[in-house]
């Protein structure tokens, strides 16, 4: 599905750049028109991506980012500004999964790490950056998750930390809303990327079934009887990150393929 020319020559700022949603919100970004500034620990996936953005014919600005360090992270602001000028929208990807284990005798330590990136480097960033967006009038969109959706068991740690963001996102949408800083949230489902197909194959393979079965029993429990892929979550993204939601902030998009209603 085409993205043309939504984000035409905006400057994105993508953060968690990986194989999975973190690319197609970049590679999708550029499709939509944008220069795209990348941010990652791992230098090889950046290199690889960036690539990608170029062989589209949009400009890409890799850098390497650690957004738990104060001084890494404004770095990234830096070289945004400095590459391009300006910046259009900050996409929050970046995230540390905290221990699924139960909050019973979960290491608090490892909750309070988990805290520290889905919440206190996300508002750090997002101060960082925030002169440079009420500039531009522009846009944050933070990556949250379906956890948000339920309650089950080893999920509590987890379900904290993304609970934490929106709360934050929803907050930020009212205080930069009068400088026309749209602030919103895309919670996916499952995404039918890398990870989750290698964890459908390790499922199957202990079970003695195909990938394909666990495929389908999954999907089974979704109304559209198919799991989003990375491009469909990314879609979201470029959508709210665009002058087409010129009047939304605040919110928070589920794109789970009709596994909740929300």
């Known amino acids: 599905m085409s993205v043309d020319n939504l984000l035409q020559d905006k400057v994105v700022v993508v953060s968690g750049i990986g194989p999975g949603l973190g690319r197609s919100i970049a ?9 795209v500034v990348l941010a990652a620990r791992t230098e090889s996936r950046l290199t690889e991506v960036a690539k990608e953005v170029t062989d589209l014919g949009r400009r890409a600005v890799a850098v390497r980012t650690d957004i738990d360090d104060a001084d890494s992270a404004a770095n990234l602001v830096t070289e945004a500004v400095k590459a391009f000028g300006r910046v259009d929208a900050v996409v929050h990807n970046a995230f540390a999964v905290p221990p699924l284990t139960d909050l019973a005798t979960v290491d608090l ?18 101060r960082l ?70 964890y459908f194959a390790y499922l199957a393979k202990e079970r003695g ?10 999907a089974s429990t979704i ?15 470029v959508f709210l990150a665009s002058p087409m939601a010129r009047a939304i902030t605040g919110q928070c998009l589920d794109v789970n393929g009709g596994e909740y209603h929300h």
Request: charged residues 20%.
């Open 27 to 35: 590679v999708r970004s550029a499709l939509a028109g944008a220069d």
């Open 109 to 126: 330590d490892a909750v309070r790490a988990g805290f520290e990136t889905a919440a206190i480097s996300v508002l750090r960033l997002t």
């Open 129 to 198: 950056f925030l002169p440079a967006l009420k500039e531009s009038k522009g846009s944050l969109v933070m990556i949250n998750s379906a956890v948000l959706r339920h309650s089950r068991r080893t999920f509590g740690a987890y379900k904290m930390a993304k609970s934490a963001l929106l709360s934050l996102s929803q907050s930020l949408a009212s205080e930069f809303g009068p400088d026309g800083v749209r602030v919103n949230t895309v919670a996916p489902g499952y995404i039918w990327g890398p990870n989750l197909q290698w």
């Open 209 to 218: 079934i195909t990938p394909e079965d666990v495929y389908t029993e999954t």
């Open 223 to 237: 109304d559209l009887r198919k799991l989003p892929e990375p491009d469909e979550i990314a879609d979201a993204v």
